[in-house]
């Protein structure tokens, strides 16, 4: 008999990955520490757009080879089975969130990552993203900003 | 006990469904109907391999270890929200 283990799924933002990786953010450690809970607690599902993301970010901003190691353990943390192309079905099923809790059209990929795989959603963005839709009674995942997140 | 006949069922839907009978080491279809069932309940957990979680934590840990080259690189501002805020807006 093979082993397995059930797990939660997790949706982090890509804020979460790139300030978990610079020491001087607010919440790098909070970030690191959530990132750690992966995956023993919790399976990642992101949308591809997280790649262009944090790569673009950190190749921008600390060199490429740091991106392209990156992007190296993106692909060995998320699991194929959970990363969600972002092609035209799947921004046809997200932009529509834009005008349900009037939020960006990068943030609705994230969150319409959470909602289809109903996994708990992480973001930084308290003002634009996690303010405007933890507490709505239409959403039926957990959104949290890091700071508040159970560890 | 119920019985069910299930007619028109895809080629596709069943092969995967003979595929999650195996990795869920269900003898029958109708343990895998209950196992599934039970899953959707608690918030849709998914099942993988040992080896495939083994991979994950090599990832994060080889993904944390890039810490050092990149605070030494980046330090200070912009933070890392306003310059995710300044890509997806343009602010």
Not at chain 1, 6 to 22: C, E, H, P, Q, Y
Not at chain 1, 40 to 51: H, K, M, Q, W
Not at chain 2, 45 to 51: A, G, T
Request: glycine content about 4%; hydrophobic content about 40%; some cysteine.
């Amino acid at each position: 008999m093979s082993e397995q283990q059930v797990k939660r799924i997790l949706t982090l933002d890509s804020n979460v990955f790139i300030s978990a990786l610079k020491s001087d953010e607010p919440y790098s450690r909070k970030c690191a520490q959530i990132i750690e809970l992966v995956p023993n607690r919790f399976l990642l599902a992101e949308p591809s757009v997280v790649y262009q993301e944090v790569c673009g970010t950190l190749a921008r901003r600390a060199g490429s080879s740091a991106a392209q190691a990156a992007r190296e353990q993106l692909d060995r943390m998320i699991d194929s089975k959970l990363l969600s192309t972002c092609d035209k079905d799947f921004c046809l099923a997200s932009y529509p969130l834009c005008s349900q809790f009037k939020i960006y059209a990068i943030d609705a990929l994230y969150l319409w990552t959470a909602i289809s795989t109903r996994s708990t959603f992480v973001s930084l963005d308290r003002e634009d993203l996690t303010e405007k839709v933890e507490s709505n009674p239409q959403l039926e995942i957990e959104v949290y900003h890091v700071s508040d997140f159970p560890l | 006990m119920a019985t069910i006949l299930v007619k028109g069922l895809p080629d596709g839907t069943l092969k995967q469904l003979k595929k999650l009978k195996v990795e869920l080491d269900c003898k029958t279809w109708a343990e895998l109907f209950e196992k599934l069932a039970e899953s959707e309940g608690q918030r849709k957990p998914l099942v993988f391999q040992k080896e495939d979680l083994q991979e994950m934590k090599r990832g994060v840990k080889g993904f944390l270890a890039l810490r050092g080259e990149v605070s030494k690189n980046w330090t200070g501002p912009p933070t890392v929200l306003a310059e995710i805020r300044k890509s997806r807006r343009h602010e």
